[in-house]
């Protein structure tokens, strides 16, 4: 009889988020580059000319090395949980999600001239996360609570009428908490839970025997 196979350690390479690093390390580089913010940041006018790449890079830059270390850390955390559970909804999410963010606030918020950091795309995932796992287990409130965590922190943050990022320092001044990019991200979690919900096979006829 074949021994089962022993459980592979959290810590093995095999099961380290390698693309979530990967990231992690470009986003590393834009913020210790010198003004590497002015050619990769979601900057309204630039988008207006033609800069598309902002779209994308825009959540990879951060206004500041506190604001990089909060982003950053929750990034490889959810790269580390949701990418071996879900993996098609991660890579195609990590695609998406931006550029759904970046048109929603760029068409509603017109205001919003420069937005910089993962904490919407993380929020995102988050929500995605912390749904899937409630649903598999109604009784589960553990990943609610650490969805109600994050969610706490965005309010104590707008709870200070947005001049700064509550817990978080930005290197610039007048640099305000997009509550709309936030709302964005939340909004593509919950159409791919409504799409995968729907797609969930459906139980068949019940027949008896006579």
């Known amino acids: 009889m074949p021994r089962p196979a022993e459980p592979v350690s959290i810590l093995a390479p095999s099961r380290w988020p390698w693309f979530a690093l990967a990231i992690a390390a470009i986003t590393f580089c834009f913020q210790a580059i010198p003004n590497s913010r002015t050619w990769f940041i979601y900057d309204r006018a630039a988008l207006a000319e033609g800069e598309w790449w902002r779209i994308w890079t825009g959540h990879l830059t951060h206004f500041g090395w506190p604001h990089w270390f909060v982003d950053v850390g929750l990034w490889l955390v959810l790269g580390w949980v949701l990418g071996p559970r879900h993996p098609r909804f991660y890579y195609i999410a990590v695609v998406f999600m931006p550029l759904f963010i970046s048109s929603i606030i760029f068409w509603a918020e017109p205001g919003l001239l420069r937005y910089g950091g993962l904490s919407a ?90």
């Open 121 to 210: 795309v993380n929020l995102g995932l988050l929500l995605y996360l912390a749904l899937q796992g409630w649903r598999r287990q109604w009784t589960d409130w553990f990943w609610p609570s650490v969805l109600a965590i994050y969610v706490a922190e965005i309010g104590f943050e707008l709870l200070q009428d947005g001049s700064g990022g509550g817990l978080i320092r930005f290197d610039e001044p007048g640099i305000r908490i997009a509550t709309g990019a936030h709302l964005a991200g939340a909004a593509y979690a919950m159409i791919a839970v409504g799409w995968t919900w729907l797609r969930r096979p459906r139980a068949g006829p019940c027949h008896g025997k006579v």
